[in-house]
């Protein structure tokens, strides 16, 4: 084994400079031991692969993705209409003549006869028309492109101006529709002060030959591929905001999914090599050696991570550079790929085996994809798109610019959970934790009584229960996806229930680690201290993290409801405490079977609780 | 090659995935992405045809008319879904920030058969659903006017392209293809990647935690052992691939042909499983030969997307029925691959127990 030279000074003002040096040394172990993993075997091939990939994707950029090839089956009895629409791989197109066709016009999704179309029963013929629809404004596009005189073939510009709307958040969320019909008859009046606007002028400010360009450009778009990339080739041209009439049109969500794919794809896959990498060190225990070396467990921690970062980091500014966007879209990636690296290094520590790990992960990555890419849909629709990071990426594509509050809000919560989670691992990194042979659900409770100190349990727990916050309003807000399609009793139904299940599994789960470590603990008093303590813990991580996420949207009016109305605190207080205590008097009652029943009670307390509220609200 | 063997080794496969509540995650996994594809699907309609959403349809727009009168003044009066006001630029485009209006348009005094074009500026709100919505109405409102003025100008156009009557949509039908093309396929598809990966887990491990003396021991031979492994991974897929097709016919989308797609998918996940069970076994350790193993596989799939009539295309034609004769002879082409790289496999196996028996 190599041996770590290691900059192992003590003293306070050398103890900075030591631990970067001790990270940086273990990095370039880390690297060194990856390059000897991929040993003279793999990187020939890997090689060869490489090649073959950049080949294939050549020879695939010329034929097309055929994925979608004959969905539907059009009958034509004219070869101009079939020699139209032989271009497109979807249309499996038969050519008859007109009697024919029209005996056996149920065998065909379109049929086409004199320039009429007819189109049959089902979705898959409203879909054929639709397509059809698409290829034949292309078609027509194509022709008038050619026009010697082209202000005669589009004899309509449109100039878009986008204006921001002061009152955007507040009135969606209070459930007023934009310009909803007046009350009165009569053109709405504009209550505040009426800014000049200047008239717009009625040429246009580019030449003929570059709109043409444009035209025949963005008509040529709509290839096989292209139908899946369009986004990446940056959809904004040269002409900014002129388009005719059929270019018209809002933006579409397929644009979002390609880019969370293209970024989140290679981070996911680098991620996977830190977990084999914390893995590795697991097996046949041959991480001692890096365990006795004189060196803290984090500096161990983010030695080991520093590679793969910076990896990630590059694979992401070369993609940059590649779709050609604005360097800034690697700000909001670099929370994105600090959270990717503590699960995985969390992930890593707990699975047993090759199979959990690749089961775990997978899990973990489609939860974390879903999270990050559903919002982006919303992005040019509404502010809450802004939860996932992602949407910052779609806006600086778009070229819109956002704040640093719109950075902190989408952000927020990705920094806090990577700490935390950063934190119980490097608490956690020691033999007996990462040789252990035990199942998932124990190792992860000794992982978590790690971090809840001896000496100052009341404080842990305190802690511990702020803490889990940002992970609660994550998982509720999976929550929130995964109910939105229920029909809608059900949906609130499951979503109150869940909702209170979470809280409540977040704030038992400290006492009940605590009770597992040590039964005796738990005596009436400490009981009592113990649910106080999560009990105000919890609610002021959810009060400060829901002031630093609506603060953005309005600071004074939920300012003030949540500081200035502090008489009202008691009541979420008394609830998060009367929950926790059900559940710990569970626990002290019957022992650890106690702990899913009280679980339980202390949900339907709180749904109770939460019903009340909602219900006392609607009246 | 005895197939008790066989089944003893992809029982002890079974029990290792029970024991440790894995294949728990991966139906918790199925479920998740099932409810949230139909989330998905809500959402993706919405915002392709805003329209669908039945609130918004009968909603009436206002609308802020500024500058000179043209011929789409009275399109817009006449249509269901505007209310115009005529009215000061500076005035609309202040009431449109109070959302008193949804959006305000100025047209200039450009000529209907003028030489240049018409430039007509469109003022809208950013960040919101509605003005999507708006958006797509206007469209209309625009299509209708640029046809009105290309009939004007007709006589300068030199070629005419050829005419089609296309009745008139009913709405729905964008989201057909992402579901059937792309849903679909990719989620059906899915257990074969996962089956192949876990085949690498399963192999690599008996090397990595030196449990392959063990078992080698036992009356089951080197090549058993693989081709056990192989059969519990294969056996996953038509389960999985099922589980898929039944969520998603729950969700209300009707998939023709459920038994011919399982079919297709068992067949086509064996060569990637052999394909990781020949990688697994040349490397013996895991993050090299996942490492390989998902490279092979990018260029793999890419390779086979790009042909016609592929694996994946099948799948879609199969689910909405237009599949004809020749899934059979791509059926034949895969089991010949098949064949190839289990013949590969079985070869490879022999020659690392005859060297470990020897050496």
């Known amino acids: 084994m190599t041996t770590l030279p290691l900059a192992g000074e003590s003293g306070p003002e050398k103890l900075c400079m030591g631990a970067l040096a001790d990270i940086w040394t273990i990095a ?507 009990a105000i813990g919890f609610l002021v991580g959810e009060k400060l993290l829901l002031f630093v996420t609506l603060a953005q949207i309005s600071d004074s009016i939920f300012g003030s409801i949540l500081f200035l109305s502090l008489g009202s605190l008691w009541l979420p207080l008394l609830l998060h405490f009367v929950c926790v205590l059900i559940v710990a008097c569970c626990l002290k009652k019957w022992g650890k079977a106690g702990f899913v029943p009280g679980l339980v009670l202390a949900m339907i307390a709180h749904c109770v609780y939460n019903l009340y509220f909602l219900l006392g609200w609607l009246t | 090659m005895k197939a008790r063997h066989l089944s003893i080794i992809a029982k002890k496969e079974f029990r290792g995935l029970f024991s440790e509540r894995t294949i728990l995650l991966a139906v918790l996994l199925q479920l998740f992405i099932a409810l949230f594809s139909s989330f998905l699907m809500v959402g993706l309609t919405s915002m392709y045809d805003p329209s669908s959403l039945s609130q918004y349809s009968h909603f009436r727009y206002n609308v802020g008319y500024a500058g000179n009168d043209s011929g789409m003044l009275s399109t817009l009066y006449d249509s269901p879904d505007f209310r115009v006001f005529k009215m000061d630029l500076s005035t609309g485009v202040a009431a449109l920030k109070e959302r008193k209006l949804a959006a305000v348009i100025w047209v200039p005094d450009t000529a209907p058969d003028a030489d240049e074009p018409v430039k007509i500026t469109l003022y809208t709100l950013q960040n919101d659903l509605q003005s999507a919505i708006v958006d797509v109405k206007l469209k209309d409102i625009f299509l209708k006017y640029e046809a009105n003025l290309r009939e004007i100008r007709s006589e300068r156009l030199d070629a005419l392209p050829l005419l089609l009557k296309i009745p008139s949509s009913t709405g729905g039908g964008d989201f057909f293809e992402f579901v059937y093309g792309l849903l679909i396929p990719l989620l059906v598809f899915m257990p074969a990647i996962i089956a192949s990966a876990l085949i690498i887990d399963l192999i690599t491990e008996e090397y990595q935690h030196d449990t392959l003396e063990t078992l080698v021991s036992t009356p089951v031979t080197f090549s058993e052992m693989v081709w056990g492994k192989v059969l519990a991974c294969e056996v996953l897929v038509p389960v999985q691939a099922g589980v898929w097709l039944i969520l998603l016919m729950i969700n209300g989308i009707a998939i023709q042909n459920a038994g011919l797609i399982l079919l297709h998918v068992t067949i086509s996940s064996l060569a990637l499983i052999l394909l990781g069970a020949l990688t697994a076994l040349h490397y013996r350790e895991r993050t090299a030969a996942q490492f390989i193993f998902s490279t092979a596989l990018v260029v793999v799939i890419l390779l086979a997307l790009s042909l016609p009539s592929n694996p994946m295309n099948l799948l879609t034609r199969l689910a909405v029925g237009t599949a004809g004769a020749e899934q059979w002879i791509v059926l034949v082409i895969v089991m010949a691959v098949v064949a190839v790289l289990g013949y590969a496999t079985q070869r490879y196996a022999e020659r690392i127990s005859r060297i470990n028996h020897s050496g």
Not at chain 1, 120 to 138: C, F, H, I, N, P
């Open chain 1, 28 to 534: 370039k172990w880390e690297v060194k031991k990856s390059f000897s993993l991929m040993n003279r075997d793999v990187l020939p091939l890997a090689v060869v692969l490489f090649v073959l990939l950049v080949v294939v994707t050549g020879f695939s950029a010329q034929s097309g993705l055929h994925i979608q090839d004959g969905m539907y089956r059009v009958g034509v009895d004219d070869p101009a209409v079939a020699q139209m629409l032989a271009g497109d791989a979807r249309f499996m197109v038969y050519q008859l003549d007109t009697p024919t066709l029209i005996e056996n016009r149920d065998a065909f999704d379109l049929v086409i006869v004199n320039g009429f179309v007819n189109v049959g029963e089902g979705s898959r013929a409203v879909a054929a028309q639709k397509t059809l629809e698409r290829d034949y404004a292309k078609y027509v596009g194509s022709v008038f492109n050619e026009q010697e005189d082209l202000f005669a073939a589009y004899p309509l510009w449109i100039d878009t101006q986008g204006i921001t709307s002061e009152l955007d958040f507040m009135s969606t969320q209070s459930g007023q529709y934009v310009s909803a019909a007046p009350p009165r008859p009569g053109a709405p009046v504009p209550e505040g002060t009426i800014e000049q606007i200047a008239t717009p002028s009625s040429s246009l400010s580019v030449t003929e030959d570059e709109l043409r360009e444009q035209l025949v450009t963005s008509n040529a778009k709509n290839t096989q591929i292209s139908r899946y990339t369009d986004a990446l080739s940056s959809s904004s041209s040269t002409m900014g905001t002129f388009k005719t009439p059929s270019q018209l049109s809002p933006p579409l969500p397929f644009d979002s999914i390609i880019i969370v794919f293209v970024f989140i794809f290679p981070l996911y896959f680098t991620s996977q090599f830190f977990m084999m990498s914390i893995m590795n060190e697991r097996i046949e225990r041959r991480g001692e050696i890096l365990l006795s070396v004189p060196v803290k467990t984090s500096s161990i921690i983010l030695g080991k991570m520093l590679p793969f970062f910076l990896g990630m980091l590059a694979i992401c500014t070369a993609l940059t550079f590649w779709i050609g966007a604005s360097p800034l879209i690697i700000l909001p990636l670099i929370p994105v790929i600090f959270f990717f690296l503590a699960n995985a290094l969390l992930i890593g520590m707990l699975a047993r085996s090759f199979k959990e790990l690749s089961f775990v992960s997978i899990f973990f990555s489609t939860v974390a994809t879903s999270y990050l890419f559903f919002p982006t849909i919303f992005a040019n629709v509404h502010v809450i798109s802004l939860i996932s990071p992602l949407t910052l990426i779609v806006l600086t594509m778009q070229g819109t610019a956002w704040t640093v509050t719109d950075y902190l809000y989408s952000t927020s919560l990705f920094w806090l959970t990577s700490i935390v989670l950063f934190y119980i691992a490097a608490r956690n990194f020691k033999e007996e934790r990462l040789f252990s042979e035990k199942g998932l659900v124990t190792r992860m409770r000794e992982f978590l009584s790690e971090i809840l100190s001896k000496k100052r349990p009341f404080l842990s727990l305190f802690l511990l229960s702020g803490f889990s916050i940002p992970f609660v309003f994550m998982v509720q807000m999976m929550c929130l996806v995964l109910f939105f399609n229920l029909p809608m009793p059900f949906s609130l139904i499951c979503l109150l229930l869940l909702a209170a299940l979470i809280e409540e599994i977040a704030k038992g789960v400290g006492i009940y680690t605590l009770y597992a470590r040590d039964p005796a603990f738990l005596t009436w008093k400490n009981l009592v201290f113990a649910c106080g303590a999560t």
